[in-house]
């Protein structure tokens, strides 16, 4: 499994975002995947996922303001962030949903990950 986001980066409040993840070495069309989010300190959290038949769910902090959405034929699954305020400030991962992260040698897998940076 390899998972590589991007497009993070540093906005004002207020401004946009759009992160990707290319996703190989399992069969993407068929598993739920998702964007986690984790800050300083904390465990990560699910915002957004989107099942294999395009069914989305939001954590309520990022309702109405991101939009997951992904591409079977690119292997690849998108959050478009808008309306970014400094509580957004992260470090953000995708990675399978409903069952949970990949895992790899008994431990769950992560990618790199990439930081989204919201000042005020």
């Known amino acids: 499994v390899q998972l590589v986001e991007s497009g993070g980066g540093s906005v004002q409040a207020g401004g946009s975002l759009r992160l990707s993840c290319e996703a190989s070495g399992f069969v993407f069309s068929i598993n739920p995947m998702g964007w986690y989010r984790q800050t300083s300190g904390n465990q990560r959290v699910l915002v957004a996922q989107?099942?294999?038949?395009?069914?989305?769910e939001y954590a309520d902090s990022v309702k109405g303001r991101f939009t997951i959405s992904r591409d079977n034929i690119k292997n690849t699954v998108y959050l478009q962030m808008d309306s970014l305020n400094p509580e957004d400030t992260a470090v953000y991962y995708c990675?399978?949903?409903?069952?949970?992260?990949?895992?790899?040698?008994?431990?769950?897998?992560w990618g790199e990950g990439t930081l989204v940076t919201v000042s005020s």
């Open positions: 989107m099942s294999s038949n395009g069914n989305k």
């Open positions: 990675n399978r949903a409903g069952v949970g992260p990949f895992r790899r040698r008994g431990m769950d897998f």
